[in-house]
């Protein structure tokens, strides 16, 4: 948490690689950003960006199985996935509840529905860590509650949650441990 401007999607993006840090250095898992040491855990770690990265126009099945694209280069560009990748990526819909939803456009999913996708996607990749940025933003309070409680389960399951929010009460109520970044420094809230 913290205000607008503070760099807490900096930092997130640090953390995914994205980025590199102006000074010092960012370990994760053991491994500094930006060394050969880091490159092979990049499968490891999910990011959702806050515009949460789908490909508009293409399905919901589609964005899902993208999580596969990078150990699959040539079934992702050949669009050839197997039925394990397929069975797979349905199975990870079916656990956001959206099962009857795979083949819908993303573009003409509600912003709840866009944020599953993006977390089924996450889901598939079989990430330990998950960096979420924002990821309850422009959502009524029912669906950021549904959303919260979706990765508190995913946190249940051994996935390790880090997410950007702004919203105190539902941080609170869902998040165990919560962080503040003020001022280039972050800290535990009390």
Not at 4 to 17: E, F, N, Q, R
Request: proline content about 3%; glycine content about 12%.
């Amino acid at each position: 948490m913290g205000r607008s401007g503070v760099g807490k999607t900096t930092l997130l993006k640090i953390m995914a690689g994205i980025l590199k840090p102006e000074k010092g250095y960012v370990r994760v898992l053991g491994c500094i950003t930006h060394t050969g040491c880091f490159n092979s855990l990049r499968g490891r770690i999910a990011y959702i960006p806050q515009n949460l990265g789908l490909v508009e126009g293409e399905s919901a099945l589609y964005n899902v199985l993208l999580a596969k694209a990078p150990s699959k280069p040539l079934r992702f560009m050949a669009g050839l996935w197997g039925s394990d990748d397929l069975s797979e990526a349905l199975e990870a819909l079916k656990m956001v509840g959206l099962g009857g939803k795979a083949r819908s456009r993303v573009d003409r999913l509600s912003g709840g529905e866009r944020q599953r996708v993006a977390i089924a996607r996450a889901i598939l990749q079989r990430a330990e860590i998950l960096l979420a940025d924002e990821p309850v933003s422009n959502l009524d309070l029912d669906t950021a509650e549904d959303i919260a409680k979706l990765m508190v389960g995913l946190k249940s399951k051994g996935l390790t949650i880090i997410a950007v929010m702004h919203d105190k009460w539902l941080t609170s109520k869902y998040f165990d441990k919560i962080y503040l970044l003020d001022g280039g420094i972050l800290r535990e809230a009390v």
